[in-house]
T-cell receptor
Framework: KAGVTQTPRYLIKTRGQQVTLSCSPISGHRSVSWYQQTPGQGLQFLFEYFSETQRNKGNFPGRFSGRQFSNSRSEMNVSTLELGDSALYLC?????????????FGPGTRLLVL | GENVEQHPSTLSVQEGDSAVIKCTYSDSASNYFPWYKQELGKGPQLIIDIRSNVGEKKDQRIAVTLNKTAKHFSLHITETQPEDSAVYFCAACTGNQFYFGTGTSLTVIP
């Protein structure tokens, strides 16, 4: 099976702009989670979608939003970009086995805000 | 919520030696403990995982041990090789809730 794919891989934006990142999960996986990774903060959970519904949400401001489509592909959007939004954004798709989700990560989108 | 602590933050070993990374968690409801390896410029890759009904699991040179009573689990890498150099993350999970440690940067010196 193909792994999790994320596009674009690299992005440069300026403060105040908005950005949309895309994630295609592993075929058959219905859950998609998004994480922000920075050197100082590690992996910070943004949100999780399952069957087009947001199932969990982390402690990020409303500028960060997401959605999931009927084919399980997901997008996340960041509006009014700030310098501190520069990070690696990781998407993970998961499937449930015996009541437990197993997550597989994509390669990430590296966002630089100037 | 769950709190996962990971130690050490950096670790250097000679090629061929063993490496051990330890994690503790706070929520006794956590029942699944995966480990991820992240190489430079890549996303984290699942390398091994263990469920709470198992005390130890091995896969070639890597093994994970779990002590539910003490709420800690460890990753053991034997006969380390330069390609093992990466950042390793532990996680404690319940269902669809994943809580990650802060990572350990492992360097294997040839």
């Amino acid at each position: 099976k193909a792994g999790v794919t994320q596009t674009p891989r690299y992005l440069i934006k300026t403060r105040g702009q908005q950005v949309t990142l895309s994630c295609s999960p592993i075929s058959g996986h219905r859950s998609v989670s998004w994480y922000q990774q920075t050197p100082g903060q590690g992996l910070q959970f943004l949100f999780e979608y399952f069957s087009e519904t947001q199932r969990n949400k982390g402690n990020f401001p409303g500028r960060f939003s997401g959605r999931q489509f009927s084919n399980s592909r997901s997008e996340m959007n960041v509006s009014t970009l700030e310098l501190g939004d520069s990070a690696l954004y990781l998407c993970a798709s998961s499937w449930r086995d015996r009541g437990q989700e197993t997550q597989y990560f994509g390669p990430g989108t590296r966002l630089l805000v100037l | 919520g769950e709190n996962v602590e990971q130690h050490p933050s950096t670790l250097s070993v000679q090629e061929g030696d063993s490496a051990v990374i330890k994690c503790t968690y706070s929520d006794s409801a956590s029942n699944y403990f995966p480990w991820y390896k992240q190489e430079l410029g890549k996303g984290p890759q699942l390398i091994i995982d263990i469920r709470s009904n198992v005390g130890e699991k091995k896969d070639q040179r890597i093994a994970v041990t779990l002590n539910k009573t003490a709420k800690h689990f460890s990753l053991h890498i034997t006969e380390t090789q330069p390609e093992d150099s990466a950042v390793y993350f532990c996680a404690a999970c319940t269902g669809n809730q994943f809580y990650f440690g802060t990572g350990t940067s492992l360097t294997v010196i040839p």
